[in-house]
Every structure is written in structure tokens, then in C-alpha cells.
């Protein structure tokens, strides 16, 4: 005989399978999630394939702050910016003749080197060496002064008429006046830039790769510095343009127009 059907079997045994499969669905929704999840963050962290975006103020921030490095290269050496500041400090002997002075700043960086001149000209009239300056022809001298090298070339050393080395000037005869400090563009430093390749300047400024940059003083080619050529016709370029001062070593100054070209 046929053994009846148990329907209260039957049903623990369809609720025990939907059971299962609810929690198989629940497994399946998780897992998804998870790995959606997954995925978002690579996109957010890697940006695989995505062209970062710079704007043009970064850009431009970064060109300006390094032209205004006045620092060198820990490395090689090499000037990171094309600005300088040159100094000026005043003189005053009681005589003409030749003197011979004591000078205390010597060791000091700002007096890096100097360059002893009359006011209102360019011509040497002294000379530093050591703890000594000396000079002639003149009651007042403008020492010009820097932390950097620059060309200028000062007079040999001068002597007393019959030829004989002059004693040291005694305080009370001589007296060194108030610095002043001029600051400016260098033309020695755009060439260094320049020397130094657009690649590599891009890697020392940390301009990103994928832009390009390009620096005009005065609109001359010589004082070009970044990208070489004219920028490209099909992309959008952008400028900044300001007014300074070109500052020579012999302290005079010209205006110049600067232009960052950033793209």
C-alpha cells in the first residue's frame, strides 16, 4: 500500500530550500557589492587612463616662485632662478690719495664679492683683499657687493705717490655708510637656466611632464628660457605677463616686460 503523502514534510523541506536560496542571493548581492567597491577605489586612487587636469594658476605659481629662487642647486650647483640681489654700500675718506683701510666684512656672504668704484661711474677705483680695502682718487666710493660671483674687475692695488705702501687709515678718518639692496633680473642666470636643458628644468621645478612652459625677458630670443619654438596652434595657451627690473653688475637697471607661457 502506498505510503500517503507528509505534507508537513513536505512543507519544512520547501521552506528549508527557499531558505537556502534567499541566502545564496544575500552571498551573491554582497559579493557583487564588494567587488564594486573594489573597483571604485582603484578608479579613485589609480585613475587608470585619466590624464590628471593642472590649472593654469598651479601652473603659473609654479613657474614664477622658481624664477624667484635665488637659491642653487645642493647638487650641481646651479642657479635655480634668474633674480640676484645686488648691494651698495657707501664709503667715505677724508682724503684723495690712495688708502688703505681695514675691512670688517670680510667672511661676510653678502660680500661675497666686491667691486670699489666712484659714484656716478662704472670705472674702478679699489680693490678687497682679505681684511684690507684699498683705494684712491676719490672721499667717496660705492663698494658694490653680492652673494654671487659676478664679472666685474677691480683695480691693482694703488700706492702713495713715491711708491710706498700706505699705512692703514685710522678710524676716525674714514667711515662705511648704510647698505642699500636692489634686487632684479640676471642675465648671467637666464643663460645658466638655459644651459641647464627645458627637461631637466622641468624636473628641478617639479613641473609636471605632460605640460609645457616658456619664459620671455624683453621679448629678446637670447633670453628665452623653457619650451623651444612657438607654442602649437591647437591648444589653448595662456599668459602672464609682468613689469621688472634687469639689474647689470655695475648696479644700474632696465625695465624689461617678463611673459610666462603656460599650455
Known amino acids: 500500500m502506498a505510503i500517503p503523502p507528509n505534507y508537513k514534510w513536505l512543507g519544512i523541506l520547501a521552506k528549508y530550500v527557499m531558505m537556502n536560496k534567499k541566502g545564496d542571493h544575500i552571498d551573491w548581492i554582497i559579493s557583487i557589492g564588494i567587488f564594486l567597491v573594489f573597483l571604485m577605489t582603484i578608479f579613485v586612487i589609480l585613475k587608470p587612463g585619466i590624464i590628471p587636469e593642472y590649472k593654469n594658476d598651479l ?3 609654479i613657474v614664477e616662485e622658481n624664477l624667484k629662487n635665488e637659491g642653487r642647486d645642493l647638487i650641481t650647483n646651479d642657479y635655480l632662478g634668474i633674480y640676484w640681489t645686488l648691494y651698495k654700500t657707501p664709503l667715505f675718506v677724508n682724503t684723495e690719495e690712495c688708502v688703505k683701510i681695514d675691512f670688517p666684512f670680510s667672511g661676510n656672504e653678502k660680500f661675497n664679492k666686491v667691486y670699489v668704484k666712484k659714484p656716478d661711474t662704472i670705472s674702478p677705483a679699489g680693490s678687497v683683499s682679505g681684511n684690507l680695502l684699498r683705494a684712491s682718487e676719490s672721499k667717496k666710493y660705492d663698494l658694490l657687493h653680492s652673494k654671487e660671483s659676478f664679472s666685474l674687475v677691480s683695480t691693482q692695488p694703488c700706492t702713495k705717490p713715491d711708491g710706498s705702501d700706505p699705512d692703514i687709515l ?15 633680473i640676471s642675465l648671467t642666470k637666464i643663460n645658466n637656466l638655459r644651459s641647464q636643458g627645458y627637461t631637466n628644468l622641468k624636473t628641478k621645478w617639479n613641473y609636471p611632464a605632460i605640460k609645457e612652459f616658456k619664459i620671455n625677458v624683453g621679448n629678446t630670443p637670447t633670453d628665452v628660457v623653457g619650451f623651444s619654438g612657438d607654442p602649437p596652434i591647437d591648444v589653448p595657451v595662456y599668459t602672464k605677463s609682468w613689469s621688472d627690473w634687469v639689474l647689470y653688475e655695475d648696479g644700474s637697471r632696465m625695465s624689461k616686460t617678463v611673459t610666462i607661457m603656460v599650455w
Open 59 to 61: 601652473l603659473f605659481s
Open 170 to 184: 685710522d678710524e676716525g678718518d674714514y667711515t662705511y655708510g648704510t647698505t642699500e639692496s636692489f634686487n632684479g
